[in-house]
């Protein structure tokens, strides 16, 4: 379908135009505007897509995760963003990526609703979510979330903007009733403990929310996670593995920090991403023994609550 899609693609410029009367649940403005940037660049562009709601979430997250220093401008960003001007082929994929996407809002709105049946009804999903020309695969801040069109992940498997769109959704929703923590205000053990169990409430629980829709599309095998999700074993060791890593940090939890506590935070998001399959594990436990509404109740109440209910459970299965 993509090949298809790449021979009927209308001039940027032109994109616009034939949109469908169903109202969109994505922005594109940032994707479209970088679209029109890329085939004619001017500062008067970069300073209209420095001003989209897309850039001023991505300033947002910026800020609270460090992904640029705290001084970069929303221009800055949007600047460093479009500096690699994109192959014509690349440029055809994205494009084709965009038209797949915007002819389809009745998907939009659909994984949208994904996410929704999977948070609290004060952490509905309000926003549009925004579709952006670089800047991570996507990313959620507060109320708003984004995902990147030019990331390879998406040129390569188009269908898979829907489960990801369910994952930053979700993450948004949650945010909204439980903020994520300012990285930078971390100084303490016993912070970045806390942190970790926040990020693994926040991840799972994203895991977790989109695991149905990829089995219903057969697409739990195009995801690390979901497949280490799916084998019981591998599943098993990695949660032995992540235990481990929160008990050091928990037992250290009195000592200075330094750089070597915060090594934790690599081994729990890279390699085996042990936050995100422990986390999903844990919200699958959850609603498997207390329902979808024990699993949002816990969601409500925050992570003290979710690990709480958790342990609670297992300690219940695992006692003769």
């Known amino acids: 379908m993509l090949c298809v899609l790449v021979q009927l693609i209308p001039p940027a410029c032109c994109l616009a135009e034939s949109a469908p009367a169903v109202p969109s649940a994505f922005d594109f403005s940032h994707l479209t505007l970088a679209i029109d940037y890329f085939e004619n660049p001017s500062e008067s ?20 995760t460090g992904y640029y220093p705290p001084s970069t401008t929303a221009r800055d960003i949007t600047s460093d963003l479009l500096a690699e001007i994109p192959s014509h082929a690349v440029l055809q994929k994205v ?32 926003n549009p979510l925004h579709i952006t020309w670089g800047y991570d695969i996507g990313v959620a801040m507060d109320d708003h979330a984004s995902l990147n069109f030019s990331h390879g992940h998406f040129l390569d498997q188009p269908d898979e ?16 009733i439980h903020p994520m923590p300012l990285i930078s205000d971390i100084d303490s ?11 693994t409430f926040l991840e799972g629980l994203a895991v ?58 690599d081994q729990m998001s890279s390699g085996e991403r042990l936050w995100y399959v422990a986390g999903a594990a844990m919200a699958n436990l959850i609603e498997r023994e207390l329902g979808r509404t024990g699993l949002l109740e816990s969601i409500e109440q925050g992570p003290e609550a979710f690990f709480n209910t958790y342990q609670e459970i297992w300690t219940g299965i695992s006692t003769p």
């Open 45 to 64: 562009l970069l300073i209209e897509i420095a001003g989209t709601p897309a850039a001023a979430h991505l300033k947002r997250h910026s800020d609270r």
């Open 95 to 126: 494009k084709a990526l965009y038209l797949f996407a915007r002819e389809r809002p009745a998907r939009q709105r659909s994984c949208l609703a994904r996410a929704a049946a999977y948070l609290p009804i004060g952490a509905q999903p309000k």
């Open 161 to 176: 903007i829907w489960f990801y769109c369910i994952h930053e959704a979700h993450h948004s929703g949650v945010m909204q």
């Open 189 to 199: 053990v016993r912070e970045l403990y806390d942190f970790v169990r926040y990020a």
């Open 208 to 265: 977790h929310a989109a695991r149905s829709s990829r089995r219903e599309a057969g697409a739990l095998g195009r995801d690390r996670d979901y497949v280490a999700l799916e084998d019981h074993e591998v599943r098993n060791r990695i949660l032995s593995d992540y235990w481990c890593h929160l008990s050091a940090l928990r037992e250290a939890s009195d000592l200075p920090l330094n750089d070597e506590h915060w090594k934790v935070v």
